[in-house]
């Protein structure tokens, strides 16, 4: 395991295996390219969590991050779906995404207006309450797994 740490400057910090980063001060960007991530940490400033691929940072400790870029089906828990104020896809011509939960819970994503396509969401087996922004112009795909889910488009 190693522990990434970005100093004051503006960090690209790529974590792989059980990697704990913190980008520190400034503004990073924190790329996810593996399974087992155990800490992933923005820090100050504006900060971004990018998957690489469809990784699985379930149980991870998220913190500090304002913005999340989106593989196709990368796997989290609602609550950490829910910790970025702007969900967006890892480039600008990607226009759709997936998520797969690992557990319940609230959360409202706020999906950037580059993601026009569709938003497949998987499920957990717990209750999953999600709220898309009232921007939000793509489709939601649903894959329900138990419990009592929702989902609303913003008001
Ligand atoms: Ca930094
Ligand atoms: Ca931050």
């Given at each position: 395991?190693?522990?990434?740490?970005?100093?004051?400057?503006?960090?690209?910090?790529?974590v792989?295996?059980?990697?704990?980063?913190?980008?520190?001060?400034?503004?990073?960007?924190?790329?996810?390219?593996?399974?087992?991530?155990?800490?992933?940490?923005?820090?100050?400033?504006?900060?971004?969590?990018?998957?690489?691929?469809?990784?699985?940072?379930?149980?991870?400790?998220?913190?500090?991050?304002?913005?999340?870029e989106?593989?196709?089906?990368?796997?989290?828990?609602?609550?950490?779906?829910?910790?970025?104020?702007?969900?967006t896809g890892?480039?600008i011509?990607q226009?759709?995404?997936?998520?797969?939960?690992?557990?319940?819970?609230?959360?409202t994503?706020?999906?950037?207006a580059t993601?026009?396509?569709?938003?497949?969401?998987?499920?957990?087996?717990?209750a999953?309450?999600?709220?898309?922004?009232?921007?939000?112009?793509?489709?939601?795909?649903?894959?329900?797994?138990?419990?009592?889910?929702?989902?609303?488009?913003g008001?």
């Open positions: 395991m190693n522990q990434l740490i970005g100093g004051d400057g503006n960090d690209v910090v790529v792989r295996g059980q990697d704990s980063a913190n980008g520190g001060i400034g503004n990073d960007t924190v790329i996810v390219a593996a399974n087992g991530t155990t800490v992933l940490a923005g820090g100050a400033n504006a900060d971004v969590l990018r998957f690489d691929n469809n990784y699985d940072i379930s149980a991870a400790a998220v913190s500090g991050f304002e913005t999340v989106l593989n196709y089906g990368q796997t989290m828990t609602v609550a950490q779906l829910g910790s970025f104020a702007v969900h890892t480039s011509s226009t759709s995404t997936g998520v797969t939960l690992s557990a319940g819970g609230t959360a994503i706020n999906a950037a993601l026009s396509g569709t938003f497949a969401i998987a499920y957990s087996a717990q999953d309450n999600l709220t898309f922004n009232a921007a939000y112009a793509g489709n939601v795909s649903l894959n329900g797994n138990g419990g009592n889910d929702s989902v609303t488009s008001a």
